[in-house]
Nanobody
Framework: QVQLVESGGRLVPAGDSLRLSCAASGRAFGSDGMGWFRQAPGKEREFVATISWNGGVTTYADSVKGRFTISRNNGKNTVYLQMNSLKSEDTAVYYC??????????????????WGQGTQVTVSS
């Protein structure tokens, strides 16, 4: 059974840093584009970052560019999201996802095939 499990979310003060992890199991994700998305209360799920199958191509939402870094370790079947200089508006449930047909990653939700259950990040101001 294919699973993506996020971890690392917690309550932090504004300006702090946090690293999220997404562990994949059930299939090899080494050829897939991977992405991070987030959903704040009362808002739609939105794109945060995506990474190509080999880590060579990354794309970020303007709201996180320069503060967040996506990376992956295919040997560990894990994707990471390093979040620095956190702001209260970063508060959301963060989801990782796999796009099996988009090796270079994609910012479009509909192009992802597998999703994790999410991890809560709360930034206090």
């Amino acid at each position: 059974q294919v699973q993506l499990v996020e971890s690392g979310g917690r309550l932090v003060p504004a300006g702090d840093s946090l690293r999220l992890s997404c562990a994949a199991s059930g299939r090899a994700f080494g050829s897939d584009g991977m992405g991070w998305f987030r959903q704040a209360p009362g808002k739609e799920r939105e794109f945060v970052a995506t990474i190509s199958w080999n880590g060579g191509v990354t794309t970020y939402a303007d709201s996180v560019k320069g503060r967040f870094t996506i990376s992956r370790n295919n040997g560990k079947n894990t994707v990471y999201l390093q979040m620095n200089s956190l702001k209260s508006e970063d508060t959301a449930v963060y989801y990782c996802a796999a796009a099996t047909s988009y090796r270079n990653g994609t910012p479009y939700i509909a192009q992802y095939d597998y999703w994790g259950q999410g991890t809560q990040v709360t930034v206090s101001s």
